[in-house]
């Protein structure tokens, strides 16, 4: 039996959402009640023990800055760091879920590891007053999982969408309205993983670097690359054809970007698989580097993670700690 408390912090999304009309719940606002209302809806206390509620924002996920990914991030490590607090469950918009959770992997998974606590994401995809809300179900089992981490050795960051527990990192949202579309792909858990040997740091003040998603099409153009680099742009992700292929037009100009000391990582467009390394493009010769397993809104927060800790660090390259994510 655990003594302590879990720590409930509050981001909004579609959990947190109103439909004007439930019987018509695809027309809503995100972000309207608050996550001690939300807590206070499912009445958990007599089994779950207390949960304290923190609302760090109430916002539509589309809108998620790099602000408040630090403003989550350092309120995870505080609860993290706090012996009464057993685990925290986060409650989040699901359209960007998948960006916030290989953040929070990336910063924090060492250290949730280190104090066997579990970080659970969850969400829903249909609003708090939709007939048949998914929210309620997801929160309920996401602080029973953050609950019972250290029994079941279920720590790190981690996720739980329409039943299904996973790494955060494996989150990716492949569908536009069904339940399970965060989750549809994700590997079952099984325990923490991390490549590093330490977390990344957590970002402070310091301006995060600018990386921009192009996608590969046909009828692909270049001036866009070549006005993102004239900007000042410092990374490029590319969401790639098939298994990250790309039109030859762009692929041409994103060598020069690459030349140029732009940061070129090639992902895939089509949400699902791994980009692997020189296949079916030569990233060696042309210095971009795959992105594996990561969509390319993953791959564009882990890029900027590694540019920062490489720039803060100087001891270790991006295209290394890009590598370790
Ligand atoms: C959001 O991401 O905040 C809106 C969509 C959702 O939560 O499902």
Redesign the pocket.
């Known amino acids: 039996m655990n003594s302590g408390h879990l720590l409930l912090l509050g981001?909004?999304?579609?959990?947190a959402?109103l439909a004007s009309d439930p019987s018509k719940p695809m027309a809503y606002q995100?972000?309207q009640i608050s996550v001690a209302e939300l807590l206070h809806e499912i009445g958990l206390e007599s089994d779950i023990g207390h949960v304290e509620a923190m609302q760090v924002a109430n916002?539509?996920?589309?809108?998620?800055t790099e602000e408040l990914l630090i403003t989550l991030g350092w309120a995870v490590k505080a609860g993290l760091e706090d012996e009464a607090v057993i685990g925290i469950v986060i409650t989040?918009?699901?359209?960007?879920?998948e960006e916030t959770g290989v953040f929070l992997h990336a910063t924090l998974g060492k250290l949730a590891s280190h104090y066997k606590k579990a970080v659970v994401l969850t969400?829903?995809?249909?609003p708090s007053n939709a007939d048949h809300a998914d929210g309620p179900l997801n929160l309920r089992a996401a602080l029973y999982l953050a609950k019972e981490a250290k029994d079941t050795e279920q720590y790190g960051i981690l996720a739980m969408m329409a039943g299904k527990p996973c790494l955060a990192r494996d989150l990716s949202?492949q569908h536009t309205h069904a339940l399970d579309?965060l989750v549809v792909n994700a590997r079952e858990l099984d325990g923490p993983i991390h490549k590093r040997q330490a977390d990344l740091s957590l970002p402070g003040e310091a301006q995060w670097p600018w990386v921009e998603i192009l996608t590969s099409h046909g009828g692909a153009k270049g001036e866009l690359v070549d006005a993102l680099v004239a900007q000042g742009v410092e990374g490029i992700v590319i969401a790639g054809t098939g298994q990250g292929s790309v039109n030859r037009v762009l692929a041409e100009r994103l060598v020069w970007a690459a030349q140029m000391g732009v940061a070129v990582v090639r992902s895939s467009r089509t949400g699902a698989g791994a980009v692997f390394s020189e296949i079916p493009e030569p990233d060696t010769a042309w210095n971009w580097l795959s992105a594996r397993d990561l969509s390319p809104p993953k791959a564009r927060i882990a890029l900027q993670l590694a540019l920062l800790e490489a720039n803060s660090r100087k001891t270790e390259d991006w295209q290394s700690i890009f590598a370790t994510i």
Do not use: N, Q, V, Y
Request: proline share 0%.
């Open positions: 981001m909004g999304g579609t959990i959402g995100a972000g916002i539509d996920s589309r809108h998620m989040h918009g699901t359209d960007t879920m969400g829903a995809m249909l949202k579309a």
